[in-house]
């Protein structure tokens, strides 16, 4: 298994949220990590986690954990559920409209669980 | 500047076309226009007049309508002939008496059927096939018959034999020429034309003259031959030919022709002066065009003259291309080879029945004309070479042999074609015009249709404006890839078969086999779709859940806030009103907002993931199941009462609709599909919208095929008429399958057929003949995707593991905070932008 180093500082702080059982091979769900909501997907094919901010930034409305993911080019995606545009599952960015990225977050798994770094 | 008053005798389809080209020209205020019937209603399309036969109401066939006329400042008069012209005081008097002034003449008054002088032709149930009331008497004699003869075998005649065999009568056609079609065919293709219509029931009589009609022993009447033999019948429809109505002219000293015809010149100028004629009362050099293109032509041209232009008339192309009683006919140019040194190639293939013959020019080198019967197909090409004067290939033979490959014969290259050619002469669209349309965007048939008018006509020009859009489209270097998405290099109709032949069951296994990279929004869905379609798994399988969309994959529709509608099945729009207050008790209970959707059912809104479950547990437990309003997949068959309950209604329309939204629910296909019911022609459940419609006659059901509401709304094509319980289901399981298989992700059926070439004529082909032969594997497939049908929420509810997705927070049983709502007409709906920056909080907003 790896996972995504997105933004991992001396400050970060690591929070479990599940199980890697819990999660179900090329979907997403959401945690809630001190108010936050962070969508957290796992790619089976990839073996890999990636977790960014759940608020989609365009349809204004907490729901990227439900959206299907998959690759552009070499990118690796999430596309909206309301208006499907495509966020960077490493990044965050958007990549139809860059003005609306989002915040992504690094993601580790330890004796089968999932942790999310937060700031 | 003046007005002029132009005066239009007789609103058949041409002196329409001519109103219509003056209502839309770019100075409509110069004229007013004056219009006499003698017919009961506005111009209608006589062309397709059969089709009235086969479920076509008075409606679909009209050409305009009186409140267009009004608004457009056309005065009209129903059901008044034209009786007199005097042309010194330039005054027109009709039958009522009415006296009207102009500036301009314009005569259209069409033709009339020939009737031989044969004693005892004015009898009851001796008809003719010309107008809507024909037709009508037609319908009421058939009534009251066994057997019908129609009186002639070129191209109406064979069409109204057509009509009196769909009527049910024991029909025959007497033909005074040695074979059918004599004007437009030679012998060969007479002859084979002459076997596959006796091979569909229909008794054909060559070289017979009718000398009298008496009365019949066994039936009404006898026709006795000159040649001593006899036919009991009781009906006649004479279909012998027409002749141009031009009495009027005629009797107020307006040159005739010897053999009849108001006589014009270039410019539609008839001998007296500001009198025109237009359309088949009309003769030019001669001659009189028995087609609607020409006339529409002339119509063009007399307008032109009117208004100062110069455009003339100079005869026109008389091709034809039809189906007649199923089998494709076309002539072209000098199909009898008349031209001085002409020379003939012939194709015969006795065993799928096909004739094909060509007419060259004494050097080789110029098509000059061509007979086609069973296979139509090289008709645009073959056409346009001869009116183009385009040179022939090396082998002319080539254009009329089946390629090695099997594919169809050499086609011209549509480059070598001029950009004036006419591809369209029904709605006069030209190669240019095709060639600029492309130029604006359009990529599809569907667009060019749209914006072209090409091949909303007859349709015989299809294939060819197809390939004068695909040729254009790669001089423009637009790559005409059909490819899904980057994953996959092929169409969606590509990857269905691809996972129907190669019996693929997951995603991952198609990715890996035909695919590259991870997939993405656009192909995960169809292919979820695909799979679906034929192997009918749960959707929420750990190896399909992945592909779900955004509704499929909750099972619910998403709204704007992330929550979810829930819309049960109500099959039919039937519902218990034990039922119905479950419904208003879950409502109330989980404070959902309720409307009734256009599908006859209800539409609860507003539940957040972890309600979904408790919600459907009550509805399941209730005995609802789900309505797949999230799915590309069967949406409602909307009925009305029918004969049940209602005063007019003649099935059970409710009891079929219910019938076929069982059958179908849950299968799931490239896009939406939605049904409508009705028991009887006034059609209340609006089945001509829907992409398969059924509408109760007294003998069955007529089955509408691809017709839309929407964003760009279609009526539905009249597929079959009559038929039973079991044909009806019949048909539409063939289709529906042939649909899922070959159209594009997102196509909705109309768009599909818009674009599948050969369009509702291949699409009978194929369900009802047969044609490709899969009418049983396509049977069998959906057979088999209905035998799996399960309710998804009833599976979601049974099962833990899948009710775990049912909550906001993988690590917490908070809910969202985002969702805010304000109450309005007593329910409550998502808060505004405006209203949540404002912090309205949840406060009544009306009474
Ligand atoms: C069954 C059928 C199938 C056909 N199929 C085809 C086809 O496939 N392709 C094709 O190109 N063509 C076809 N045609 C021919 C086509 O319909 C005609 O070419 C076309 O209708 C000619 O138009 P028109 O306006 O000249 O005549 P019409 O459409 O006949 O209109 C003339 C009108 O003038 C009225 N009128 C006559 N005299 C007077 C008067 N004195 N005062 C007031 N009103 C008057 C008549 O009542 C009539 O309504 C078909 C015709 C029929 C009947």
Redesign the pocket.
């Known amino acids: 298994m790896t996972t995504n180093s997105a933004s991992v500082s001396e400050a970060s702080q690591w929070v479990e949220v599940c199980r890697l059982t819990d999660l179900t091979p090329d979907t997403g769900v959401c945690a809630l990590i001190e108010n936050k909501q962070i969508a957290l997907f796992y790619s089976g094919k990839l073996n890999e986690l990636f977790a960014i901010d759940n608020f989609d930034p365009i349809g204004k409305a907490n729901v990227l954990s439900r959206g299907i993911i998959g690759s552009q080019g070499d990118r690796i995606c999430v596309a909206s559920p309301l208006y499907k545009q495509h966020f960077d599952l490493k990044t965050g960015e958007c990549l139809e409209e860059p003005e609306h990225s989002v915040a992504a977050y690094a993601v580790k798994v330890e004796d089968e669980w999932v942790s999310i770094a937060i700031n | 500047m003046t007005t002029e008053r132009i005066i239009v ?9 001519f109103i219509d080209t003056v209502i839309n020209s770019d100075n409509p205020e110069n004229y007013e226009i004056v219009t ?4 009961p209603r506005l ?1 209608y ?6 089709s009235y036969f086969s479920g076509s109401s008075v409606d679909d066939l009209m050409l305009t309508s009186e409140e267009h006329y009004q608004s457009s400042g056309v005065v009209y008069t129903l059901n ?4 007199e012209i005097d042309g010194d005081a330039k005054t027109v008097t ?2 009522s008496g009415k006296v009207e002034g102009y500036d301009k003449l314009v ?7 020939f009737v031989p002088p044969i004693p005892g032709k004015d009898q009851p149930h001796c008809l003719v ?3 809507i009331e024909d037709l009508e008497d037609i319908t009421a004699s058939a009534q009251e018959s066994k057997v019908g003869v129609v009186v002639g075998g070129g ?2 005649g064979l ?2 034999a057509n009509a009196l065999k769909n009527l049910g009568l024991e029909t025959h056609v007497v033909e005074f020429a040695p074979r059918l079609m004599a004007v437009q065919l030679d012998e060969g293709g007479g002859n084979l034309l002459r076997r596959k219509v006796e091979s569909l029931d229909v008794n054909v009589h060559t070289e017979k003259n009718t000398k009298n009609i008496g009365a019949g022993k066994k039936r009404r009447y006898v026709m006795e031959f000159t040649d001593g033999s006899e036919l009991e019948t009781d009906m006649i429809v004479f279909s012998a030919g ?1 002749r141009p ?1 031009d ?2 002219a005629r009797n107020n000293g307006i040159d005739i022709g010897e053999r009849g015809g108001i006589v014009v010149d270039n410019y539609c100028r008839t001998s007296v002066e500001d009198i025109y004629a ?5 003769l030019w050099d001669g001659k009189i ?7 529409y032509q002339m119509a063009k041209v007399a307008y032109a003259h009117i208004n100062g232009d110069s455009d003339q008339f100079t005869g026109a192309d008389m091709s ?1 291309k ?1 189906k007649l009683l199923g089998v494709d006919v076309a002539s072209i140019g000098d199909a009898h080879a008349r031209t001085p040194g002409a020379q003939t190639y012939t194709y015969e293939d006795g065993v799928n029945e096909v004739y094909k013959r060509i007419i060259v020019s004494e050097d080789g080198k110029k098509l000059l004309g061509a007979v086609l019967v069973g296979d139509a197909e090289s008709y645009g090409t073959l056409q346009q070479m001869c009116v183009n004067d385009m040179a022939l290939p090396e082998s002319p033979e080539q254009l009329i042999l089946p390629a090695s490959d099997g594919s169809a014969g050499a086609s011209m290259g549509v480059d070598a074609l001029p950009d004036a050619a006419q591809l369209c ?2 709605l006069d669209v030209t190669k240019g015009d095709i060639v600029d349309a492309v130029q604006s965007g359009c990529c599809s048939m569907g667009d060019i249709k749209d914006k072209t008018g090409a091949s909303t006509g ?1 349709g015989g020009c299809a294939a060819l404006v197809k390939s004068v859009m695909d040729k254009e489209l790669e001089n423009l270097g637009v790559e005409v890839n059909n490819h899904i998405c980057e994953h996959f290099e092929y169409s969606r109709a590509e990857l269905a078969d691809i996972v129907r032949v190669k019996k693929i069951e997951s995603f991952d296994a198609l990715l890996d086999s035909h695919g590259k990279g991870l997939g993405c929004d656009i192909c995960k869905p169809a292919v979820g779709s695909i799979l679906a379609s034929f192997w009918n798994d749960y959707v929420l399988e750990d190896k399909h859940i992945g592909l779900q969309d955004t509704n499929d994959i909750y099972l619910g529709n998403m709204q704007k806030d992330g929550t979810y509608s829930i819309v049960p099945r109500v099959a039919g729009g039937e519902i218990t009103p034990d039922k119905l207050i479950v419904l208003g008790q879950v409502a109330k209970e989980f404070n959902l907002y309720t409307k009734v959707t256009g599908g006859q059912r209800i539409d609860l809104f507003g539940a957040q993931l972890h309600e979904l479950p408790l919600i459907w547990k009550q509805l399941v437990d209730a005995g609802f199941e789900t309505g797949h309003a999230y799915g590309k997949s069967l949406r409602t068959v909307k009925s009305c009462v029918g004969s049940t309950w209602c005063r007019y209604g003649v099935q059970d329309s409710v009891g079929m609709a219910i019938a076929l939204e069982n059958r179908y629910k849950g299968v799931r296909s490239p896009h939406k599909i939605k049904f409508g019911v009705s028991g009887c022609t006034r059609e209340c459940a609006e089945a001509q919208s829907k992409d398969f419609g059924v509408i109760a006659t007294e003998n069955g059901w007529n089955l509408y095929v691809c017709g839309n509401g929407g964003m760009r709304p279609r009526h539905a094509d009249l597929f079959a008429t009559d038929l039973d319980d079991e044909t009806l289901v019949k048909y539409i399981d063939r289709a529906m399958m042939f649909y899922i298989r070959t159209a594009d992700r997102l196509q909705r059926t109309s768009v599909w057929l818009e674009n599948l070439e050969g369009g509702l004529d291949y699409l009978r082909d194929v369900v009802i003949n047969d044609k490709l032969n899969i009418a049983q594997e396509l049977e069998d497939d959906m057979t088999s995707n209905i035998g799996k049908y399960q309710c998804e929420w009833k599976t979601t509810i049974e099962n833990p593991e899948k009710l775990k997705r049912f909550r906001h927070f993988v690590n917490s049983e908070e809910q969202d905070t985002n969702l805010a709502y304000v109450v309005e007409r007593d329910q409550r709906r998502p808060a505004t932008e405006a209203e949540r920056e404002n912090h309205i909080p949840a406060v009544e907003v009306t009474a």
């Open positions: 005798v007789g609103n058949g389809m041409v002196g329409h076309k006499f019937s003698e017919e111009a399309d006589r062309v397709k007049l059969s008044d002939k034209v009786l009709t039958a005569l259209a008054t069409g033709s009339f059927p096939y010309r107008t191209l109406l069409e109204a027409i109505q009495e009027l237009i359309g088949e009362c009309a065009f028995g087609l609607v293109a020409p006339g034809t039809l002469s029904c007859c």
